[in-house]
């Protein structure tokens, strides 16, 4: 009979002392540890320019979800086509000329 003798296979490597996997677990629970309130949700927003920053807020999400149905690697130019605008252009605009260009609804005053 004959001794089977141990493999070479792959070796492993004790990934609980591994100085980059600690550095990728502590940057993963310093940033799940941002500010937030109870519902997980941004905190809420108060003062002067509050009226402007949700509609900055508006804006932005309204962006990212026209740019989330149209195709990859066409976005840009489609956006374009269709508002007049590179998303670019858009982002550094008055948050009430982004919304009026995007269709969203502005608070009237009076």
Do not use: H
């Not at 591994?18 to 905190?43: F, I, M, V």
């Not at 807020?57 to 149905?69: D, G, K, N, T």
């Not at 690697?73 to 858009?90: A, D, M, N, T, W």
């Amino acid at each position: 009979m004959s001794k089977s003798t141990p493999s070479n296979g792959p070796r492993q490597i004790n990934l609980v002392n591994s100085k980059r996997l600690q550095a990728l677990r502590s940057g993963s629970t310093a940033a799940e540890s941002g500010p937030s309130n109870r519902n997980g949700s941004t905190p809420p927003l108060a003062g002067p320019d509050a009226a402007s920053a949700r509609l900055q807020l508006e804006v932005s999400r309204c962006l990212a979800e026209i740019l989330r149905q149209l195709p990859p690697g066409k976005q840009r130019s489609l956006f374009k086509i269709r508002y007049g605008v590179y998303p670019e252009q858009l982002e550094s605009l008055a948050p009430n000329e982004a919304a009026r260009i995007l269709g969203l609804p502005v608070g009237q005053r009076r």
